[in-house]
């Protein structure tokens, strides 16, 4: 097993990642991160509580610039409950960098996350209903994005999105 030290991943993140009380990284993280890091892309696949959302969420925090105040990545998670929970391990991930994460999701006020919205998250983690009501209102715009990640982009299929 890898440490994340061994990923050459910068101060910030390292102490949020200590913080989070991760030692070693598991085989989904070992596989992903250095590609992630490269910036390529790639398709994941492991089984609940393996640790796919930092596998994701460690290179996006790293990719980004805390000084460009645009939407630079986005999550499609299948629920709004999933959509909560990715952004509470990304904003985690990013805390000691200054990253900024913003879940938008179905039922709740619209209201509420445009007035989140003109904080200027660097990350927006929601599901693809209510990320396509912002964009038809133009209260997300998606032109500086840099990376996708479609989160168990299986079940999003099911559901018919």
């Known amino acids: ?61 790293e990719f980004f610039d805390v000084e ?3 939407i630079q990545g986005v999550v499609l998670t299948p629920t709004r409950e999933l959509a909560i929970q990715v952004a509470e391990e990304l904003n985690k991930i990013g805390q000691f960098k200054g990253i900024r994460t913003l879940p938008i999701y179905g039922g709740q006020d619209i209201t509420r996350q445009i007035r989140a919205l003109k904080n200027r998250p ?6 693809p209903g209510r990320l396509m009501d912002h964009m038809r209102r133009k209260t997300v715009r998606l032109n500086q994005v840099r990376m996708v990640v479609l989160d168990e982009a299986d079940e999003m299929l099911n559901m018919g999105f």
């Open 68 to 70: 460009r105040d645009q």
């Open 122 to 127: 660097h990350i927006i983690v929601g599901t």
């Open 1 to 61: 097993m890898m440490t994340f030290n061994e990923f050459g991943l910068t101060d910030p993140v390292i102490r949020s990642i200590n913080n989070m009380g991760f030692e070693e990284a598991t085989p989904i993280q070992e596989q992903a991160i250095p590609i992630g890091l490269s910036g390529q892309d790639l398709i994941g696949q492991a089984h609940t509580g393996t640790g796919k959302t930092a596998a994701f969420g460690i290179p996006m925090v």
